[in-house]
Antibody, heavy 120, light 107 residues
Framework: QITLKESGPTLVKPTETLTLTCTFSGFSLSSSDVGVGWIRQPPGKALEWLALIYWDDDKRYSPSLKSRLTITKDTSKNQVVLTMTNMDPLDTGTYYC????????????WGQGTLVTVSS | DIQMTQSPSSVSASVGDRVTITCRASQGISRWLAWYQHKPGKAPELLIYAASSLQSGVPSRFSGSGSGTDFALTISSLQPEDFATYFCQQGNSFPYTFGQGTKLEIK
């Protein structure tokens, strides 16, 4: 059974850097075809894909946010970390991590999400 | 970026009804289309991948169709637990993009 859980601060100030950790079980990020992505949802709005990292360390980013995002993996800890710099109130929302496979291009297991509020 | 447009944005229906939600891509995406169900406070759930493949454990009343630019999600007989928001997502090319969502409400 695949499980994922997001952790990180619930409140950050404008201009600060957000660091979110996705801790997962039930799969290995060193296995071929496997990836972990980050998706967010501002209040009342649609889902927005942010970044994805694959088993071979291939990294993909949303072009609109690429300059602010970094995604990394720690295979030994079963964790994926997303950092987002220069946070703005518009970045407020629920942040999800999710399991993906390169061959399917979809997200078949998701974490519960973590609400991040950006406010001074 | 590929834009995904869902319709309708909301729909009211009754238990037992058949409901169809559509998703249109701004350019061809072959069959790289997924559908998700999302309930408030819960993790989104994958229903359909590759346009028409039913994810393991998802009831057979859910079905997907389409290819190229036009896709549909059909729920054959609505159950009380189906009232939620549904999103489509294209996986043909990066950046992956989602539709704006369709809220399915009880009539």
């Amino acid at each position: 059974q695949i499980t994922l859980k997001e952790s990180g601060p619930t409140l950050v100030k404008p201009t600060e850097t957000l660091t979110l950790t996705c801790t997962f079980s039930g799969f290995s990020l060193s296995s071929s075809d496997v990836g972990v992505g980050w998706i967010r949802q501002p209040p009342g709005k649609a889902l927005e894909w942010l970044a994805l990292i694959y088993w071979d360390d291939d990294k993909r980013y949303s072009p609109s946010l690429k300059s602010r995002l970094t995604i990394t993996k720690d295979t030994s800890k079963n964790q994926v970390v997303l950092t987002m710099t220069n946070m703005d109130p518009l970045d407020t929302g629920t942040y999800y991590c999710a399991h993906s496979e390169y061959s399917s291009s979809s997200f078949d297991s998701w974490g519960q999400g973590t609400l991040v509020t950006v406010s001074s | 970026d590929i834009q995904m447009t869902q319709s309708p944005s909301s729909v009211s229906a009754s238990v037992g009804d058949r409901v169809t939600i559509t998703c249109r891509a701004s350019q061809g995406i072959s069959r790289w289309l997924a559908w998700y169900q999302h309930k408030p406070g819960k993790a989104p759930e994958l229903l359909i991948y590759a346009a028409s493949s039913l994810q393991s454990g998802v009831p057979s009343r859910f079905s997907g169709s389409g290819s190229g630019t036009d896709f549909a999600l059909t729920i054959s007989s609505l159950q009380p637990e189906d009232f939620a928001t549904y999103f489509c997502q294209q996986g043909n090319s990066f950046p992956y993009t989602f539709g704006q969502g369709t809220k399915l409400e009880i009539k």
